[in-house]
């Protein structure tokens, strides 16, 4: 558990010295020609919205994924199995801006369009570990669990989910990095969060600004892996 706590202590802590007002442009002010960056809000203001965007996306994804995952799973409805991975993977085949650009005319500018394009790529991974987690339980321990009388229910929850977890909590982290690096696009559509100073960067040419937008998302997303790898249970 000690040596699972350090990354999270440190990125953590360089996350939140990152966040200190005014430090990071300060840093990175030399490459703006000594003059630091202008945000148009504060970088713990931006690292926050960023953050409830993500998590708000990843609620989505779970609240979809989870029941959907245990459904193609059970033996009776393996017709559909692969069906719904061709449908989830088409979520990561189609590039995310497209389909932030197709969500535009129905949806509108801001969070919802955004968060259906991380809904869409953050569905894969969780619902292809979840399946794999969940097939690859040894048949030898669901056997045990029927004789000892367990219902469906008793043997997903108590044998097959906690057996499968470690896999599915791998997804869930992949799904998690992938998208705070993908909202940042969100902030083309006007969003917000980390993904603004970057925007903001590449249309003024000041590589300082994108670099303030592009440090703080990284530790942001580094911070979140360590932290749910903490979730995972120890071999």
Not at 12 to 24: F, K, R
Not at 129 to 144: H, I, S
Not at 191 to 201: C, E, H, R, V
Request: hydrophobic share 55%.
């Amino acid at each position: 558990m000690r040596s699972r706590a350090w990354p999270v202590a440190l990125w953590g802590a360089l996350l939140a010295v990152s966040l200190v007002p005014g430090l990071l442009p300060r840093l990175l002010a030399p490459l703006a020609g000594g003059t630091p960056p202008t945000l148009a809000k504060p970088l713990w203001a931006l690292t926050l919205d960023h953050l409830g965007l993500v998590l708000l996306a990843e609620v989505v994804v779970l609240l979809l994924a989870v029941p959907l995952t245990v459904f193609v799973t059970r033996e009776r409805n393996g017709a559909f199995l692969g069906l719904t991975e061709t449908l989830v993977g088409l979520g990561q085949t189609v590039p995310t801006l497209a389909i932030l650009a197709l969500a535009v005319p129905t949806l509108g500018f801001g969070v919802a369009p955004t968060l259906l394009g991380l809904t869409l790529y953050g569905l894969v991974p969780v619902v292809s570990n979840g399946v794999a987690g969940l097939r690859g339980v040894d048949t030898g321990a669901l056997d045990a669990a029927r004789g000892m009388g367990m219902s469906g229910w008793q043997r997903l929850t108590r044998v097959e989910v906690p057996l499968a977890l470690p896999v599915w909590l791998a997804g869930v982290r992949t799904s998690v990095v992938y998208n705070v690096g993908t909202a940042t696009v969100g902030a083309a559509l006007g969003a917000g969060g980390l993904g603004s100073p970057i925007i903001n960067g590449l249309s003024e040419q000041n590589t300082a600004l994108v670099l303030v937008g592009a440090v703080a998302a990284a530790l942001l997303a580094l911070t979140l892996d360590a932290l749910l790898g903490l979730l995972v249970p120890a071999q």
